[in-house]
């Protein structure tokens, strides 16, 4: 599976199934400039190590990135409980609140 993150991130409802994500390219976009930003800032961090730069300053970046993570984290999960979420309840999937769950305590660790 040699995914990209802008494709994980797009597919919100993956599983077994080929279930797709309802993303408008606004909010695609979004996500994408987001974890963009991310990736520049993971290779920032990458740079500082090989420059041997203060251990708290590395820190405090690491810091930023999963805070920036966390916040393109929130926003799928929102979108995904909007999107995907209600409308395998309306179509009788309840199994998706099992995965709903299993999903959150895996972003809460």
């Known amino acids: 599976m040699d995914h990209t993150i802008a494709e994980e991130s797009a597919d919100c409802c993956h599983g077994e199934s080929d279930r797709k994500s309802h993303h408008s390219e606004k909010e695609k976009n979004s996500l994408i400039s987001r974890l963009n930003r991310i990736e520049g800032q993971v290779r920032g961090i990458k ?40 409308e395998r309840i309306q179509e009788g999937d309840t199994d998706v609140l099992t995965e709903l769950l299993t999903t959150m305590n895996k972003l809460m660790k």
Do not use: F, T
Not at 68 to 80: I, P, Q, S
């Open 47 to 86: 740079g500082m190590i090989e420059k041997d730069v203060y251990c708290d300053d590395v820190l405090n970046q690491i810091a930023s990135v999963q805070s920036a993570l966390n916040g393109v984290g929130k926003l799928l999960l929102e979108h995904h409980m909007k999107s995907c979420v209600i």
